[in-house]
């Protein structure tokens, strides 16, 4: 902000799960990535339908 830059967005909320799976292969029911979503969004106190963009 004091330097003048432009913002280009925010991080409102994250999250982060393990499956104990496997580190590069996570479980094929994706369990581990819908929990992780689903925490962020809460954490960011948002619904989906608010998200117009996911780095994942």
Same mark, same amino acid.
């Given at each position: 902000?004091? @330097?003048?830059? &432009?913002? %280009?967005?925010?991080? *409102?909320?994250? =999250?982060?799960?393990?499956?104990? $799976?496997?580190?590069?292969?996570?479980? @094929?029911?994706? &369990?581990? %990535?819908?929990?992780? *979503?689903?925490? =962020?969004?809460?954490?960011?106190? $948002?619904?989906?339908?608010?998200?117009?963009?996911?780095?994942?």
């Amino acid at each position: 902000m004091r @330097r003048g830059a &432009r913002i %280009l967005g925010r991080v *409102a909320g994250y =999250a982060s799960t393990s499956d104990a $799976t496997h580190l590069t292969a996570p479980h @094929r029911d994706g &369990r581990g %990535l819908s929990d992780a *979503a689903t925490g =962020a969004l809460r954490e960011a106190g $948002t619904a989906a339908s608010e998200v117009d963009y996911v780095n994942a």
